[in-house]
């Protein structure tokens, strides 16, 4: 037997169990990664969260109506910002609005920016904030591209701020004894085309008066001058007092549902003005300023009554019931003893008016009792008795052509005679006439050639005298009236002032005063009378107009 150990494979035989292999296990086990990945998204979500989130600021509001938790913050249309919560201030006179920005608008954390609270608005004028019905009222924002200073608190506005204006326009102030229905952001309207805005409306110091800032864009700047005139183009202006000739007058549909200023230039408007240049806010639109504007052709003559009735300005002037003319302006005379009427007679008629035609009071109703006489009234016109009115009446002869400017008394009632008047008057020839049967018959007439036209005149008579003679005095016109030589100033120690010679050039009838010179007692004037341009030497003193020369 021998004593050698066996090895291993002696050891093994086929009753013998196999034996296990074992090998080295890994390092670092594969259950460890789902923890390690879910931490990472999680460190990555925060990160992102941190790096997105912007400043934290707060807003201090009037009032939080229609603001709540989660409303928006919004820029341009864009949410840039959420309200996180809303509180009182500790005296509880503020609502405290906190908000978190995100990191793209954390340039609005900074000074000057402005918050206010956007909210549905449906007034008389304006219309504003319809989305907010639907999605809720949400915090805008505006930043102030000046600045670059942080900040985290803000006191919010009380309504949308008014966007900023060219450095290049024209700011103006308007001055009102109430602002009316004049609004920031209402438009300024020069002949119904928006040249501007209102900015802003605030008392002046002593609280007498309203400020109202305009701002002119400036390729419009140009149109606002010196003697600009300008008015509240507001609302809706009814004229129902003449029943056959009701208006209904306002600037534009703009101005109707926003308000709105506007304003016009008389002929002679001036230099254009500087930056903060002051001007009166009239409450409507000024009659006289349209008047020099349109330039209305005619003889213009001045009425004195001792008192004004039911006259106004606007109102016809009659001749047989049968309109010739209008009132242009009514004013205290300067003595203040009588009520001055300018008064425009249109060209076609101003040939009626000599110097001893009559002018009275037409508006009203004059009405007589007597026991055995009864009840008459007197009417001029059923138009006369509702709108107001004055007429006239000349005398069949004795009766001179007047100039601009001339004199009349205006009585309150006429005398029975005047009513009796017939002159021959020969108006100018109307287009209508020209074109109506009798002037084509008289025409033909008249173009009769050789003795047989001449044979026919002979047996007419007076009748073809008459027939010849007319077409050929209506075809005539008239002469045009002479310069003004004469001229009525008030006497002072200082003279007239520009603007009194002025007004008084434009009673007399002169339009496009074009410039004023003024050397002692003597003014030196460019204007047109008519349609020529005339060159004027005016003695205020001895109250004397002299032509110095015509410009065709």
Do not use: C
Not at 210 to 218: D, G, H, Q, T, W
Not at 334 to 351: F, K
Request: proline share 7%; aromatic share 8%; glycine share 8%.
């Amino acid at each position: 037997m021998s004593d050698t150990v066996p090895g291993p494979r002696e050891n093994l035989g086929s009753d013998s169990p196999p034996k296990a292999l074992i090998k080295p296990r890994s390092k670092f086990p594969v259950v460890w990664l789902v923890p390690l990945v879910a931490a990472a998204i999680a460190a990555w979500l925060v990160l992102d969260t941190v790096t997105s989130r912007g400043p934290e600021i707060t807003i201090l509001f009037e009032d939080g109506i229609g603001i709540k938790d989660d409303a928006d913050i919004r820029y341009r249309g864009v949410k840039v910002g959420t309200v996180t919560s809303i509180g009182l201030n500790d005296d509880l006179t503020k609502v405290v609005v906190t908000a978190r920005l995100k990191a793209s608008a954390r340039n609005l954390a900074e000074e000057g920016s402005k918050f206010w609270i956007v909210r549905p608005e449906i007034s008389l004028t304006r219309v504003s904030g319809l989305s907010t019905i639907a999605s809720g009222s949400y915090l805008a924002a505006e930043p102030d591209p000046s600045t670059n200073k942080k900040a985290t608190q803000f006191v919010g506005l009380k309504t949308a701020p008014i966007a900023e204006v060219d450095d290049k326009s024209l700011i103006i102030e308007l001055h009102s004894p109430t602002l009316a229905s004049v609004r920031p952001g209402d438009p300024v309207l020069f002949r119904e085309v928006t040249v501007g805005k209102i900015t802003q409306a605030r008392l002046n110091d002593d609280g007498t008066n309203v400020k109202i800032f305009a701002s002119i864009s400036p390729k419009y700047a140009h149109l606002v001058r010196e003697h600009t005139v300008f008015w509240n183009a507001s609302g809706v202006d009814f004229n129902l007092k003449d029943l056959f000739n009701a208006s209904v007058d306002f600037q534009s549909v703009e101005a109707i549902l926003a308000g709105g200023v506007a304003f016009a230039n008389p002929p002679d408007p001036g230099d254009t003005v500087k930056n903060g240049t002051n001007f009166r806010l009239h409450p409507d639109q000024p009659t006289e300023l349209l008047l020099q504007i349109n330039h209305p052709p005619g003889l213009v003559i001045l009425l004195f009554a001792e008192k004004l009735g039911a006259i106004s300005t606007g109102d016809p002037i009659y001749y047989r019931e049968f309109e010739v003319g209008t009132i242009q302006d009514i004013r205290l005379a300067q003595n203040a003893a009588t009520v001055e009427i300018r008064a425009l007679i249109y060209p076609s008629y101003q040939d009626l008016i000599r110097d001893n035609t009559v002018f009275w009071n037409a508006s009203g109703l004059d009405a007589h009792f007597g026991i055995f006489s009864g009840v008459s009234i007197d009417v001029e016109s059923l138009r006369s008795l509702v709108g107001g009115g004055i007429a006239l009446a000349t005398p069949p002869k004795d009766g001179n052509p007047v100039n601009a400017g001339h004199r009349f008394n205006l009585y309150p009632k006429p005398q029975e005679e005047w009513h009796n008047w017939a002159p021959q008057i020969t108006l100018p020839a109307t287009d209508y006439d020209q074109i109506s049967p009798s002037a084509n018959e008289g025409s033909t007439s008249a173009s009769g050639s050789g003795s047989a036209g001449t044979a026919q005149a002979a047996d007419d008579g007076e009748a073809s005298d008459s027939a010849n003679v007319a077409p050929e005095a209506a075809n005539v016109a008239p002469a045009a009236p002479p310069i003004p030589t004469a001229i009525t100033l008030p006497a002072s120690n200082l003279g007239p002032s520009t603007e009194t010679l002025r007004d008084h050039l434009i009673d007399l009838g002169f339009s496009d005063i074009e410039k004023i010179d003024k050397k002692g007692n003597y003014f030196y004037v460019t204007a047109y009378w008519l349609d020529q341009e005339v060159s004027l030497e005016v003695d205020a003193k001895a109250g004397k107009i002299r032509q110095l020369k015509e410009s065709n």
